[in-house]
């Protein structure tokens, strides 16, 4: 027995490395994301400083485990064997959650998952308690506080409405004074600014750092009050002195170093909300296996006291975690925040739905975002007609933007609204710490970010609607996770308990084979992120012809290799092969689509001799969308056709698409030639090749009408074989068109020459 929960806290720690890993990759996005978004420093520096306060953050912390999560379960009514259980189905629930979220690039808090996956697990362990026992439902309330988990939805509510609130605000105002063009009023009042960003920041780290760390009972003066104390008493004096010191330094540092004020503002706050997520969010990954291993060192010095008997009253007070184990912890979540693909991914999906910069949108449009961007337009002419025509003027000049930058790798925006994003956001934490309020650090980080995105009017008639869904969807994510967590964790803990130990080493095996799942999709998705940007180069018409060239010859290859595979696939009635095909057809749409998305940007950076480059370039992409359009059109019913298990072409029609396989795969050999050589005479020979093409496809449909006329094939057959042939000819059409505007768009470039 004893070896059996030995290796059960292996397993915890072992699940806690994993929980590590995929939560800082969540959570990274809490501290990264102002000063990613708006390239503040070098990416080294940044994650240097995030580091450092990482590592700062987890050693200093105490790692205090309040493992009833301030009232969520009563662990003094489990035993040691049914805690055991509790706190698997925890971790396992917790790897497999988070690591999905950041698979799909979407943040979450993960201290709402710990939460409600505690509650979870210790309902459903609490039922098989009670029906053992012979109680009612009604006995849950022993077990678990359900009103806690009600306070901390009302408080996701609160952080989301307050939090935006605030961003909106704040931003506005440090906008109209300083507008786009800040330099000139940053000369003038910078200093006393960046005093007031670093005041208010270094007030975060001391109310929010101190709280559970290390040197919170430090005694200090005569009356020896705890450290924790003495900043409650004395916030005044504290943030008066660190106001006058830092607008003064900075202004000594300004003089002689020439900094730039806001970019030290920026660095400061990264590292301070880096350390306060290692100091405080810590415990969320390590608490849980740590708990796990004091429950069993308390059964071991119970003196053989039988696990279904021995009560968890121990658990009732915090829990401390060994140096050693925060000190390793620390280096985990550096490491992951260092290499984490995924952590780049989520910061991603914050830093576009709040850029200034036009681009393709991640969201689609929702019903609920057009009738706000619809109400909000309306009842913004309305209040316009309201105003002065003077103020009108003032404040449309304070929120001119400067001209685009030409800049392939600009800032997704500004280092003010970076500054005001960390500002914002630590103060509502600092402030709603010091009043124990349960709001979640990801919650305020992310509203206020889209918050000051909004005043700044990066949110405009053009992408409010995508924006504002993509909001609705993080935030539907965050109530998602409550419901998710309690449901799995709950589910998983009931079968531990019920079926013992096969079902747990079944439960860690299909972790494992979820997150590794999760992995190979998340590689698919962005495996190939950066074969498909193609970044307009200024001053490089070499280096950008190479790259539209190369674009065009990946389309050609993967529509000749959908082409055949696909039409192979349905005569071998493969219909795995055929699902791949399927995939390789919407990948080489959402590409083409993507290309298309980014044609404004990359004619904008153009020179203005480029025009006739410009022209050519447009066709060549929408010639490329219409050759993945027609593949589409061909491959999806070819896959509903065997998916539905109807009747395969008949031996003759077998025949014949061969034959045309033969003819297309030449074709598009050709093609490619043409275009990697630069053979443009050939193209009179393609064309040549395509009306060859033509002629068999006309004797093909002939045939087709033949076996219609005869009875030999049905309707359906003859529809799916039309279709195929029409999509067939548009494909090959498009294609010469797309090597015709290749040749005209070089020739455009060395006439420039």
Same mark, same amino acid.
């Given at each position: 027995?004893?070896?059996?929960?030995?290796?059960?806290?292996?397993?915890?720690?072992?699940?806690?490395?994993?929980?590590?890993?995929?939560?800082?990759?969540?959570?990274?996005?809490?501290?990264?994301?102002?000063?990613?978004?708006?390239?503040?420093?070098?990416?080294?520096?940044?994650?240097?400083?995030?580091?450092?306060?990482?590592?700062?953050?987890?050693?200093?912390?105490?790692?205090?485990?309040?493992?009833?999560?301030?009232?969520?379960?009563?662990?003094?009514?489990?035993?040691?064997?049914?805690?055991?259980?509790?706190?698997?189905?925890?971790?396992?629930?917790?790897?497999?959650?988070?690591?999905?979220?950041?698979?799909?690039?979407?943040?979450?808090?993960?201290?709402?998952?710990?939460?409600?996956?505690?509650?979870?697990?210790?309902?459903?362990?609490?039922?098989?308690?009670?029906?053992?026992?012979?109680?009612?439902?009604?006995?849950?309330?022993?077990?678990?506080?359900?009103?806690?988990?009600?306070?901390?939805?009302?408080?996701?509510?609160?952080?989301?409405?307050?939090?935006?609130?605030?961003?909106?605000?704040?931003?506005?105002?440090?906008?109209?004074?300083?507008?786009?063009?800040?330099?000139?009023?940053?000369?003038?009042?910078?200093?006393?600014?960046?005093?007031?960003?670093?005041?208010?920041?270094?007030?975060?780290?001391?109310?929010?750092?101190?709280?559970?760390?290390?040197?919170?009972?430090?005694?200090?003066?005569?009356?020896?009050?705890?450290?924790?104390?003495?900043?409650?008493?004395?916030?005044?004096?504290?943030?008066?002195?660190?106001?006058?010191?830092?607008?003064?330094?900075?202004?000594?540092?300004?003089?002689?170093?020439?900094?730039?004020?806001?970019?030290?503002?920026?660095?400061?706050?990264?590292?301070?909300?880096?350390?306060?997520?290692?100091?405080?969010?810590?415990?969320?990954?390590?608490?849980?296996?740590?708990?796990?291993?004091?429950?069993?060192?308390?059964?071991?010095?119970?003196?053989?006291?039988?696990?279904?008997?021995?009560?968890?009253?121990?658990?009732?007070?915090?829990?401390?975690?060994?140096?050693?184990?925060?000190?390793?912890?620390?280096?985990?979540?550096?490491?992951?925040?260092?290499?984490?693909?995924?952590?780049?991914?989520?910061?991603?999906?914050?830093?576009?739905?709040? %850029?200034?910069? /036009?681009? $393709?949108?991640?969201?689609?449009?929702? *019903?609920? =975002?057009?009738?706000?961007? &619809?109400? +909000? !337009?309306?009842?913004?002419?309305?209040?316009?007609?309201?105003?002065?025509?003077?103020?009108?003027?003032?404040?449309?000049? %304070?929120?001119? /933007?400067? $001209?685009?930058?030409?800049?392939?790798? *600009?800032? =997704?925006?500004?280092?003010? &609204?970076? +500054? !005001?994003?960390?500002?914002?956001?630590?103060?509502?934490?600092?402030?709603?710490?010091?009043?124990?309020?349960?709001?979640?650090?990801?919650?305020?980080?992310?509203?206020?970010?889209?918050?000051?995105?909004? =005043?700044?009017?990066?949110?405009?008639?053009?992408?409010?609607?995508?924006?504002?869904?993509?909001?609705?969807?993080?935030?539907?994510?965050?109530?998602?996770?409550?419901?998710?967590?309690?449901?799995?964790?709950?589910?998983?803990?009931?079968?531990?308990? =019920?079926?013992?130990?096969?079902?747990?080493?079944?439960?860690?095996?299909?972790?494992?084979?979820?997150?590794?799942?999760?992995?190979?999709?998340?590689?698919?998705?962005?495996?190939?992120?950066?074969?498909?940007?193609?970044?307009?180069?200024?001053?490089?018409?070499?280096?950008?012809?190479?790259?539209?060239?190369?674009?065009?010859?990946?389309?050609?290859?993967?529509?000749?290799?959908?082409?055949?595979?696909?039409?192979?696939?349905?005569?071998?009635?493969?219909?795995?092969?055929?699902?791949?095909?399927?995939?390789?057809?919407?990948?080489?749409?959402?590409?083409?689509?993507?290309?298309?998305?980014?044609?404004?940007?990359?004619?904008?950076?153009?020179?203005?001799?480029?025009?006739?480059?410009?022209?050519?370039?447009?066709?060549?992409?929408?010639?490329?969308?219409?050759?993945?359009?027609?593949?589409?059109?061909?491959?999806?019913?070819?896959?509903?056709?065997?998916?539905?298990?109807?009747?395969?072409?008949?031996?003759?029609?077998?025949?014949?698409?061969?034959?045309?396989?033969?003819?297309?795969?030449?074709?598009?050999?050709?093609?490619?030639?043409?275009?990697?050589?630069?053979?443009?005479?050939?193209?009179?020979?393609?064309?040549?090749?395509?009306?060859?093409?033509?002629?068999?496809?006309?004797?093909?449909?002939?045939?087709?009408?033949?076996?219609?006329?005869?009875?030999?094939?049905?309707?359906?057959?003859?529809?799916?074989?039309?279709?195929?042939?029409?999509?067939?000819?548009?494909?090959?059409?498009?294609?010469?068109?797309?090597?015709?505007?290749?040749?005209?768009?070089?020739?455009?470039?060395?006439?420039?020459?």
């Amino acid at each position: 027995m004893e070896n059996l929960y030995i290796i059960l806290v292996v397993i915890l720690f072992a699940l806690a490395i994993s929980d590590l890993i995929v939560g800082v990759s969540n959570d990274a996005v809490n501290f990264l994301n102002s000063a990613t978004g708006s390239k503040a420093a070098p990416k080294w520096i940044i994650f240097t400083l995030a580091a450092i306060g990482v590592l700062i953050g987890a050693t200093f912390s105490t790692g205090m485990m309040e493992v009833a999560r301030k009232g969520v379960f009563h662990p003094d009514m489990y035993a040691f064997s049914e805690i055991m259980v509790i706190f698997l189905a925890v971790m396992i629930t917790d790897v497999i959650l988070l690591d999905a979220f950041n698979t799909f690039g979407l943040p979450t808090s993960t201290t709402v998952s710990l939460i409600f996956e505690l509650l979870g697990a210790a309902v459903a362990v609490a039922l098989v308690r009670i029906n053992k026992l012979g109680g009612s439902v009604s006995d849950l309330v022993h077990y678990v506080n359900t009103g806690k988990a009600l306070a901390i939805i009302a408080g996701i509510l609160i952080s989301v409405v307050i939090a935006f609130t605030f961003g909106t605000l704040i931003q506005y105002i440090v906008r109209l004074i300083f507008t786009f063009n800040y330099k000139k009023m940053l000369n003038l009042s910078g200093s006393f600014y960046g005093g007031v960003a670093i005041t208010i920041i270094s007030y975060f780290m001391l109310i929010k750092g101190i709280d559970g760390s290390t040197f919170a009972e430090i005694p200090t003066g005569q009356s020896n009050i705890p450290l924790h104390e003495w900043v409650k008493d004395n916030t005044g004096l504290i943030l008066s002195v660190s106001l006058a010191s830092w607008t003064v330094i900075l202004q000594i540092l300004k003089w002689i170093l020439k900094i730039d004020i806001l970019q030290v503002v920026v660095l400061a706050g990264t590292f301070a909300l880096a350390m306060a997520f290692a100091g405080n969010d810590l415990v969320n990954f390590i608490g849980v296996p740590v708990a796990g291993f004091k429950s069993y060192q308390a059964w071991q010095l119970s003196d053989g006291i039988d696990p279904e008997n021995l009560n968890m009253d121990m658990l009732l007070g915090d829990v401390e975690t060994p140096f050693i184990f925060l000190l390793l912890a620390g280096v985990i979540m550096i490491i992951t925040l260092l290499t984490s693909k995924k952590a780049k991914a989520v910061t991603e999906t914050e830093v576009n739905l709040g %850029r200034q910069v /036009e681009g $393709a949108e991640r969201f689609g449009s929702s *019903a609920l =975002a057009r009738t706000i961007v &619809r109400s +909000s !337009v309306r009842l913004n002419k309305k209040v316009t007609r309201l105003m002065p025509e003077k103020l009108i003027t003032f404040v449309r000049k %304070r929120f001119t /933007e400067p $001209a685009v930058s030409d800049e392939p790798d *600009a800032p =997704a925006f500004d280092k003010l &609204r970076a +500054s !005001v994003n960390l500002m914002v956001s630590s103060i509502l934490i600092a402030f709603g710490t010091s009043l124990k309020l349960p709001l979640s650090t990801t919650y305020v980080t992310f509203m206020v970010a889209m918050g000051s995105s909004l =005043a700044d009017r990066a949110w405009g008639r053009e992408n409010a609607v995508y924006r504002i869904s993509g909001v609705f969807a993080v935030i539907g994510g965050w109530f998602l996770t409550a419901i998710v967590a309690f449901s799995i964790s709950g589910l998983i803990a009931w079968i531990i308990r =019920a079926k013992g130990i096969p079902v747990i080493i079944a439960f860690v095996i299909l972790a494992v084979v979820m997150v590794v799942r999760t992995h190979i999709l998340f590689k698919r998705r962005t495996g190939k992120k950066d074969d498909d940007e193609l970044i307009y180069e200024i001053n490089e018409a070499a280096k950008n012809n190479e790259k539209f060239i190369n674009q065009v010859i990946k389309t050609l290859n993967a529509s000749e290799k959908i082409f055949s595979a696909a039409l192979n696939s349905f005569l071998n009635e493969d219909i795995s092969n055929m699902r791949e095909v399927m995939e390789m057809t919407t990948q080489l749409n959402l590409k083409t689509k993507k290309q298309k998305n980014n044609i404004i940007p990359t004619i904008s950076k153009m020179k203005l001799l480029d025009v006739d480059s410009g022209y050519f370039y447009i066709q060549m992409v929408d010639y490329q969308r219409e050759i993945a359009h027609s593949l589409n059109f061909m491959v999806q019913p070819l896959k509903e056709h065997m998916e539905n298990h109807h009747k395969p072409f008949t031996e003759s029609q077998s025949k014949e698409i061969r034959r045309l396989l033969i003819e297309v795969e030449e074709f598009f050999k050709l093609a490619i030639y043409i275009i990697q050589e630069e053979k443009f005479d050939n193209i009179d020979n393609l064309v040549s090749k395509r009306m060859k093409i033509s002629e068999i496809l006309y004797d093909i449909e002939k045939g087709q009408v033949k076996r219609i006329k005869t009875k030999e094939v049905n309707t359906r057959n003859s529809l799916l074989f039309f279709k195929a042939l029409a999509e067939t000819k548009n494909m090959l059409l498009q294609t010469v068109n797309l090597i015709k505007s290749n040749r005209d768009f070089i020739m455009a470039g060395i006439k420039i020459q």
